[in-house]
């Protein structure tokens, strides 16, 4: 069976660092780009950005750029988002997802982790 | 950046009924539009990608038409468990969400 599987919620403080997870099984993880989605409480739905963990190629949506950094390790088919110092506003719940049924199309998603960043 | 736009934001309907959601693309995006259900407390599940094409497992009462800016999804007869949040997302130039439609008794 194909699965993200995420690690579990976090509180941390303003300032804190971060990094959560996102363990795929069931399909090749080096061959399919895997992106990261950002959902604030009560908001929509942003993409945050992808990475290809057969050669880490890595892309960013512009506001997100520098603010968290995309990661992975194929030999143990995880991929990471990585904060080096929290804010409030990055209080949310973030999804990451693969494109298995057609390119670009991103059908399979874990079932999310939730950050609160709160003093 | 490619802006998506949905309307309406809050759609409130029978079951049974038939339901049009709209999206609009301030660019040309050809046909790499997917549509999203989501429902509280859950992840987002792919419902039609290629614009019309269904995806694996989605019910045939949920339909997806148009190309380069505009573009629908529509319910043919809503069941209960069709309430929930649908977005629109383009892929054509890079992914960018619609802010959403909230379908709703």
């Known amino acids: 069976e194909v699965q993200l599987v995420q690690s579990g919620a976090e509180v941390k403080k303003p300032g804190e660092s971060l990094k959560i997870s996102c363990k795929a099984s069931?399909?090749?993880?080096?061959?399919?780009?895997l992106g990261w989605v950002r959902q604030m409480p009560g908001k929509g739905l942003e993409w945050m950005g992808i990475i290809y963990p057969g050669d880490s190629d890595t892309r960013y949506t512009p506001s997100f750029q520098g603010q968290v950094t995309i990661s992975a390790d194929k030999s143990i088919f995880t991929a990471y988002l990585h904060w080096n110092s929290l804010q409030a506003s990055d209080t949310a719940m973030y999804y990451c997802?693969?494109?298995?049924?057609?390119?670009?199309?991103?059908?399979?998603w874990g079932r999310g982790t939730m950050v609160t960043v709160s003093s | 950046e490619i802006v998506m736009t949905q309307s309406p934001a809050t759609l409130s309907v029978s079951p049974g009924d038939r339901a049009t959601l709209s999206c609009r693309a301030s660019q040309n995006v050809s046909s790499k539009l997917a549509w999203f259900q989501q429902k509280p407390g859950q992840a987002p599940r792919l419902l039609i990608y290629g614009a019309s094409t269904r995806a694996t497992g989605i019910p045939v009462r949920f339909s997806g038409s148009g190309s380069a800016t505009e573009f629908a999804l529509t319910i043919s007869s809503l069941q209960s468990e069709d309430f929930a949040v649908y977005y629109c997302q383009q892929y054509n130039n890079w992914w960018t969400f619609g802010q959403g439609t909230k379908v709703e008794i």
């Open positions: 069931g399909f090749s993880f080096s061959s399919y780009w």
């Open positions: 997802a693969i494109p298995k049924v057609a390119p670009d199309a991103f059908d399979i």
